[in-house]
Every structure is written in structure tokens, then in C-alpha cells.
């Protein structure tokens, strides 16, 4: 029981704080220029391509040190995962939003990001859970690495919002909200790590494939539309990097 309310804390930091920190940022510097936040969402798929092949398929794979997973099982599920969100992020793509300036626009926009980034957090959030019954350092490595790429998607909802005239405290607590189902997609990770090595298994091939989908259908994308600069391949490898160094440390 205790270790599930570590879990509960540990991702509700990781998720909200993340967001919360990125409506912040996303009220402080709404002027940001493209470049900028361009280079930020290059370093944030970086950090995410970290976790995902050198730490969640790793576990995956060998969910007990002297035990390995069958490879083909491990693909099923990440492939499943990657699906999934791809209909997901299909079914938002065809909400219209009418491509005007108008605050109205501005803030709906900004809600409609809110509600992708809040799907896509649950099966992050599953990776921190599937975690806690094995890898007690790996997890909060995981939660670390988490909590700073929502950063970034905090900031993604915050400036639309700022954009469309709402005040600064209700895009904070907009952005906020993005992150608690984190916490959700943590517990789902702890029960389905904690019925076998089978679920600890699934539960990160799941979500690795999640956030595969999330990386090249969302963020780099995002990021290749705000500004297409040289440096944006520096700042993906400075994110891979940087995933290493947290994760191996």
C-alpha cells in the first residue's frame, strides 16, 4: 500500500509539476520567439527517445534481471500502443478549429491541446507505475525525465490560452490539469506491473509505443512547423544525451 501512495506522489510531482511549470513559463514568455521554442520541442523529443529505447524497452524486454521477454511480444504491445494514440490523435486532428486569430479561437485551441496532452500523459504515467515494484531508481529516473518533457507541454497549452486573453492563475491551473493523468496511467502501471512479469512487460512495451507515436506525430512535427533550423537536430542530440546521462548515472 505504501509503495502505491509513492507511486500516487511521485507522479502526481512529475506530471503536474512539469505542466504546471510549463504555463508559467508560457505566461512569463509569451513572446518567445519560434526558434526557441523550437529548439525546446526538438530537446524534449530527445529526452524522450531516451526513455523510451535505452530505459522502458530495456525493461520491457528484461522485466527481471535473469529473466528475457519474448521480442515478439515486446513489439505486439508497442505497436498496440502506438496505434492506439495514433486514432487518438487522429480522432482530435478532425475536431475543426477555425484558423483565425480571434481570442475565442485562441482558447479553444488551447483546450483542445489540453485534452491531447492529457491522453498522452496516461501511458507516461504508466511507464513511472509499471516501475515501482523492481526498479525503485529507475522509476524516479523515469518520473525525473517525465516531469521535464512536460515542460514543454505545458508551455504548448499556456500560450494560446495566454494568446486568447485569460489570466495568467487560470492558464497555470489549465496547465496544471494536463498533468494528473499521469497519476492515472501510474496506478494502471503499478496493478498491471504488479500481477506478473507478463504486465510489467506490457505495461512498458504500451506505453513505449504511446510515446513513439507521441514523439513523431506531435513533437517533432510541432517543431518543424514553428522553425526548421539546423540547430534542431543539435537540440534532439542534446536531449538523447542528456536522457543517458539521468538514466545511467
Known amino acids: 500500500m505504501n509503495n502505491l501512495i509513492n507511486v500516487i506522489i511521485i507522479s502526481l510531482?512529475?506530471?503536474?509539476?512539469?505542466?504546471?511549470?510549463?504555463?508559467?513559463?508560457?505566461?512569463?514568455?509569451?513572446?518567445?520567439?519560434?526558434?526557441?521554442?523550437?529548439?525546446?520541442?526538438?530537446?524534449?523529443?530527445?529526452?524522450?527517445?531516451?526513455?523510451?529505447?535505452?530505459?522502458?524497452?530495456?525493461?520491457?524486454?528484461?522485466?527481471?534481471?535473469?529473466?528475457?521477454?519474448?521480442?515478439?511480444?515486446?513489439?505486439?504491445?508497442?505497436?498496440?500502443?502506438?496505434?492506439?494514440?495514433?486514432?487518438?490523435?487522429?480522432?482530435?486532428?478532425?475536431?475543426?478549429?477555425?484558423?483565425?486569430?480571434?481570442?475565442?479561437?485562441?482558447?479553444?485551441?488551447?483546450?483542445?491541446?489540453?485534452?491531447?496532452?492529457?491522453?498522452?500523459?496516461?501511458?507516461?504515467?504508466?511507464?513511472?507505475?509499471?516501475?515501482?515494484?523492481?526498479?525503485q531508481t529507475d522509476m524516479l529516473k523515469m518520473a525525473f525525465l517525465i516531469g521535464l518533457h512536460n515542460i514543454p507541454e505545458g508551455l504548448a497549452i499556456s500560450l494560446p490560452l495566454i494568446g486568447g486573453k485569460m489570466s495568467k492563475l487560470k492558464t497555470f491551473l489549465i496547465s496544471l490539469l494536463a498533468g494528473l493523468p499521469t497519476t492515472v496511467g501510474a496506478i494502471m502501471g503499478y496493478f498491471l506491473g504488479s500481477s506478473s512479469i507478463m504486465g510489467i512487460s506490457l505495461s512498458l512495451s504500451f506505453a513505449s509505443g504511446a510515446m513513439l507515436c507521441v514523439i513523431f506525430l506531435d513533437v517533432l512535427p510541432s517543431a518543424n512547423a514553428i522553425a526548421t533550423k539546423k540547430t534542431n537536430v543539435l537540440a534532439i542530440i542534446l536531449g538523447i544525451i542528456l536522457g543517458l546521462v539521468i538514466i545511467f548515472k
Not at 530537446?43 to 520491457?60: E, N, R, Y
Not at 478549429?97 to 501511458?123: D, Q, V, W
Open 13 to 135: 510531482i512529475s506530471g503536474c509539476l512539469g505542466t504546471g511549470m510549463g504555463g508559467i513559463i508560457g505566461s512569463l514568455f509569451k513572446n518567445s520567439s519560434n526558434n526557441f521554442m523550437a529548439f525546446w520541442l526538438d530537446f524534449t523529443a530527445g529526452i524522450m527517445l531516451s526513455i523510451v529505447c535505452f530505459d522502458m524497452l530495456k525493461h520491457a524486454i528484461y522485466p527481471l534481471v535473469n529473466f528475457r521477454m519474448n521480442i515478439f511480444f515486446v513489439i505486439a504491445w508497442l505497436f498496440g500502443g502506438f496505434l492506439v494514440v495514433y486514432i487518438l490523435d487522429a480522432l482530435i486532428n478532425r475536431i475543426s478549429i477555425k484558423k483565425t486569430k480571434s481570442p475565442s479561437s485562441l482558447i479553444r485551441a488551447g483546450l483542445i491541446l489540453l485534452g491531447a496532452i492529457a491522453i498522452h500523459n496516461i501511458p507516461e504515467g504508466m511507464s513511472i507505475g509499471a516501475l515501482a515494484k523492481s526498479w
